[in-house]
């Protein structure tokens, strides 16, 4: 029914014409031949003219024709005039059309909103200034066109805040501040400043700041810039509200394989039973006789590291002598069971030699070095000299760092299938926690206990794919990793839809909106997992938000500017209806004159 050049829209289906209309006007014309009237062959051509003006009517008919468009520069906020009449200059085929937050230019239209973008985004071949948000680039021709940004704004273009943050933990928030000249950046917590930094640097500088919550719940903190050079002159102050949830230390079942107890793990495991861990240990004081003490936990049996023992725990402690001490069996058996997710630490008493059964175990390369003490600082406060194992460990993608003193690893972990294996190079750091030093204690072990632990398995993992910070009436996209069931997901108005990605199977993904500022939930039905998240004001974070649109409109637009020649497109046009009418009525007069005539 339909090709390149004509197509046709019918208001009945085409059988109806084929068994109605055209055998009527078959035998009308069949008549004309046996009638005895003057200008049988004029007759005849005025029924086949009815015939057509009566098809075409009821056929609605339609022509394609070529036309010729104009590619558009689409200027938004904050483009620079001075490019654009660079551009126009060597480009002067382009139409000039703007946002209506975008100063004008010379004769541009304006876009009275971001659905007009439907009807001419195939035809924008430049976007210049802050770009278009997130929402609007998905009705552009992203392929073809190419975007010219603004200057960086000046303050914080880029925030990162880690999840989870962990009460009486040290957490980092780290970023990135666009200067202007020497300022200060200040971390503002419910019980006043937490951290501060001075940028002395114009441009982008990386920063971090650094905080202990000490109680989990739901906080406010406040992010505090100030220009330095005219903080005497009573200079107004940059203040962004920053969302903090605070959740507790997961807790874990952890067992401890020693060959004496030592003051190191005395220390070690008074601090992981404080904090609510449940606690296994094994000394072992003969050849066949152990000592065991148990906390937060009811005892077990533990002579034998067997399948079902090692998968009751998250992580286990053990140090080189008794790992030198276990049977083949077990060694095998502690193996298989990192490879099906368990964490283990090794604290190591000795060096482990090339091609012994322990250095075979960590996979992790070393040199010898002459360096048997390090002198580290894990808060602003002190410095400290603690013993280490005088080898540094070799640069390895596979080996990822958690403690570290300029280029050399101090502790870290590696995957081994679905489980870790850790190591800690640092001796006596038990002195730190009897100086009363417990958040420098923390520092040294609480990221390589929770990192290496067991995974929790989960049957739902919830994110936001929209950057923060998020806002009133503007959509964010939730996504939910499954395992292998079909999420039911509620957001606070109700019952929220979700699409599974059509590539990747298990991947959920949703939309929805806020219609208010402050503390808001999703919640999966399946497991009553939460993810939670701040709809901040419309007027904060204006630094970041314009960051943030900025770059995704870096991300997106595929062409590198240059192609911008008329766009050849073609549209249907439909052939007028009073043509058709005109016809039936000058046929229908003429059959009706002729036997008057």
Avoid at 321 to 339: A, M, T
Avoid at 536 to 550: G, H, V
């Amino acid at each position: 029914m339909n090709n390149f050049w004509f197509s046709i829209d019918p208001v009945f289906p085409a059988w109806a014409f084929a068994s109605g209309i055209i055998p009527l006007f078959t035998f009308f014309i069949w008549q004309e031949f046996h009638r005895r009237q003057k200008f049988p062959l004029l007759r005849i051509i005025a029924n086949v003219l009815i015939l057509i003006s009566i098809l075409g009517l009821l056929l609605q008919p339609s022509y394609t024709t070529e036309k010729m468009e104009y590619p558009i520069l689409l200027l938004t906020k904050g483009y620079d005039k001075l490019k654009a009449d660079s551009i126009l200059k060597t480009n002067q085929k382009l139409k000039i059309i703007s946002t209506k937050d975008a100063e004008p230019y010379l004769t541009s239209e304006q876009l009275t909103s971001y659905n007009d973008l439907t009807d001419i985004g195939d035809r924008i071949r430049i976007v210049m200034g802050e770009g278009l948000p997130a929402y609007a680039l998905d009705l552009i021709d992203r392929e073809n066109s190419s975007f010219i940004p603004q200057r960086a704004p000046i303050g914080i273009t880029r925030l990162i805040v880690p999840k989870p943050i962990l009460a009486n933990h040290l957490n980092s928030i780290q970023g990135i501040f666009n200067s202007s000249g020497k300022t200060k950046l200040k971390l503002v917590g419910p019980a006043g400043l937490e951290d501060s930094i001075l940028l002395t640097a114009r441009g982008l500088t990386s920063f971090a700041l650094s905080f202990t919550p000490r109680q989990s719940g739901f906080f406010l903190y406040r992010l505090v810039a100030q220009d330095s050079a005219s903080a005497e002159l009573s200079s107004t102050e940059l203040t962004e509200k920053l969302p903090v949830e605070v959740t507790t230390e997961r807790k874990l079942q952890i067992l401890f394989l020693q060959k004496f107890p030592t003051a190191e793990v005395r220390q070690l495991k008074n601090y992981l039973i404080e904090q609510g861990h449940a606690l296994a240990l094994r000394y072992q004081t003969s050849k066949n006789i152990f000592k065991y003490e148990f906390a937060n936990r009811s005892q077990i049996r533990i002579e034998r590291l067997t399948p079902e023992l090692l998968m009751s725990f998250d992580l286990v402690f053990v140090d080189s002598n008794v790992f030198g001490e276990l049977s083949e069996p077990e060694k095998n058996q502690l193996y298989k069971s990192i490879h099906d997710g368990l964490g283990v630490i090794m604290l190591l008493n000795d060096i482990p030699e090339k091609g012994k059964t322990l250095d075979r175990f960590l996979q992790i390369g070393s040199r010898r070095t002459f360096s048997d003490t390090v002198h580290i600082r894990f808060s602003k406060s002190k410095l400290y000299t603690l013993p280490a194992f005088p080898v540094e460990i070799t640069a390895d993608p596979a080996i990822q760092p958690i403690t570290q003193k300029g280029a050399r690893i101090l502790s870290g972990y590696r995957y081994s299938g679905f489980g870790k294996i850790a190591f800690q190079l640092l001796h006596e750091t038990s002195r730190i926690r009897l100086e009363g030093n417990a958040d420098d204690y923390v520092a040294v072990w609480s990221s390589l206990i929770e990192q290496t632990a067991r995974t929790k398995n989960e049957m739902f993992k919830a994110t936001l794919r929209t950057p923060f910070p998020y806002y009133t009436d503007e959509p964010l996209s939730v996504e939910i990793i499954s395992s292998g069931v079909q999420p039911t997901l509620h957001a606070e108005r109700g019952l929220l839809p979700l699409v599974e990605d059509v590539v990747i199977d298990d991947l959920w993904l949703g939309k929805s909106w806020a219609d208010e500022a402050g503390w808001h939930h999703f919640q999966i039905k399946e497991d009553s997992t939460q993810l939670n998240y701040f709809v901040s004001a419309n007027d904060d974070w204006k630094t970041l938000r314009l960051a943030n649109q900025i770059k995704e409109n870096e991300l997106v637009h595929m062409s590198n500017g240059e192609a911008y020649t008329t766009v050849k497109d073609y549209e249907a046009r439909s052939v007028s209806s009073l043509l058709f009418y005109l016809l039936f009525l000058f046929s229908a007069a003429f059959l009706w004159l002729t036997p008057k005539i």
